[in-house]
């Protein structure tokens, strides 16, 4: 049994990059990503895919490329705190849309990992983008609260996307979790009070939950996949917003110490912002929401956020519900905004450091990730972007991007149709448009 639960429950590390060059980008307005502001005349150094070091006075090694940035922004790359890219082209063809499992027998156990598709069009824009990686979570099928186990994939421009596969799992609570299980909130905690005890009676006897029969509403697929999450070995992601509801998942983590939860969406989380932080639980939430779209998010503000992070609470920006297979580049206007907020009477916004930090070390912070990614401190992945201006700006564009040490190209479908049509010439046309 011990063997088996060690590979059941086994994470693997993160996937190791191609070798790459040593590179040294020097003359940077230097940002590390930990939520300090930038600082002048920067080096980082990138050996073997990882930062060696960065801050003003690092030398360029002998022998390393060294690229002069110029006085240009210089930053760890955009992670993205919730996503599904890669694994949904056009949301309404079903050939092109692996986030849920349909009518599967199967939840947990689901793993978006094979479905990753790097040749997505919208990972070439986003790595224009400066978004260097992204969580990529499944989406839940009716009959069950719990979508499966997600991913955390690079950006880059080979075919091999996924840099920690089954790195969480993700479920629903609210009134998505209510319709998944039934139709009440009642029965999605009842579902998910279910699943633990199950899941408790699997690591007793796992040879036994073969004889489970049809009552039993975890496959023993399922079962297997919980064991790290009830161990508290992988996270629980889990997309909740309205506060009664934030503080019902809370109860939880009180009555299995082991769970490491993460939540996700968040719209009333200010309202119980201590009750988080006192509990110790990160947020990957939704920067911008301040409308009543539901009734779980009647509280809604723009401030969500400052508050949060005012009450001590470790809050990274996602895009759950916006765009979120296509548009994690938008992360960076939501963090201009947060700083913006922080000019307005009454609002409650974030620093630039702070705004900054919600985009790039947070999110990784929150799914144990920190000490890999997301900030430009020695032994992190060498994920950097020069910008020609300030990356919170609206109007920046990404002038380098570096993903595991390895400059990517600039360019995507987008940008070869611009280069295209941009001055079109008579001549003959291509073969398609002949008739």
């Known amino acids: 049994m011990r063997t088996l639960l060690l590979c059941a429950g086994a994470t693997l590390a993160l996937a190791a990059p191609a070798a790459a060059q040593t590179v040294a980008i020097t003359n940077a307005k230097l940002v590390i ?8 005349g920067g080096t980082v150094v990138i050996r073997d895919g990882r930062v060696v070091a960065a801050g003003a006075g690092v030398a360029a090694p002998a022998g390393a490329r060294v690229v002069d940035a110029g006085g240009r922004w210089v930053t760890p790359g955009i992670f993205a705190g919730f996503t599904r890219m890669g694994i949904v082209e056009v949301d309404a063809v079903d050939g092109t849309n692996d986030t849920s499992g349909g009518t599967s027998p199967f939840n947990a156990a689901l793993d978006v990992t094979p479905a990753v598709n790097p040749k997505s069009s919208p990972i070439a824009i986003n790595r224009l983008e400066g978004v260097t990686r992204a969580v990529v979570a499944p989406d839940n099928s009716k009959g069950s609260i719990f979508a499966g186990q ?5 950006l880059g421009a080979d075919m091999d996307p996924v ?47 073969n004889d489970r029969g049809k009552d039993a509403l975890l496959t023993r697929a399922d079962a297997e996949a919980l064991v790290p999450v009830v161990q508290g070995r992988v996270p629980l992601l889990v997309h909740v917003e309205r506060a009664s509801d934030i503080q019902t998942i809370l109860g939880l983590k009180r009555e299995v110490p082991t769970l490491r939860l993460v939540l996700v969406g968040v719209s009333e989380g200010w309202t119980v912002a201590r009750e988080i932080a006192a509990a110790g639980v990160p947020v990957i939430a939704s920067a911008l929401v301040d409308l009543p ?26 895009t759950i519900n916006q765009d979120e297979a296509r548009q994690a580049r938008w992360e960076k206007q939501f963090a201009g905004n947060l700083v ?4 307005i009477p009454g609002a409650s916004g974030l620093n630039w450091g702070e705004a900054f930090a919600t985009i790039t070390s947070r999110p990784a912070e929150a799914l144990g990730l920190g000490d890999e990614l997301g900030s430009l401190k020695p032994g992190r992945r060498g994920d950097v972007v020069i ?14 991007v570096f993903i595991d040490g390895v400059e990517q190209p600039m360019t995507s479908r987008q940008t070869r149709l611009r280069e295209r049509y941009w001055d079109p010439k008579e001549g003959p046309l291509p073969k398609a448009y002949q008739h």
């Open 150 to 154: 997600g991913a955390v994939i690079d």
């Open 163 to 209: 840099a920690k596969p089954r790195a969480f799992q993700f479920m629903e609570y609210g009134e998505a979790g209510a319709r998944a299980a039934g139709g009440s909130r009642p029965a999605a905690y009842a579902m998910l009070k279910n699943a633990l005890f199950e899941v408790r009676d699997y690591v007793r006897n796992p040879a036994s939950f």
């Open 293 to 318: 779209e539901s009734f779980e998010q009647l509280a809604a503000t723009q401030s969500n956020i400052g508050r949060m992070k005012a009450a001590g609470v470790l809050v990274g920006i996602g």
């Open 340 to 343: 913006a907020l922080g000019r």
């Open 33 to 40: 990503g930990d939520g300090s502001g930038p600082s002048e």
């Open 387 to 400: 910008w020609d201006g300030d990356p919170l700006e609206i109007g920046t564009s990404a002038v380098n």
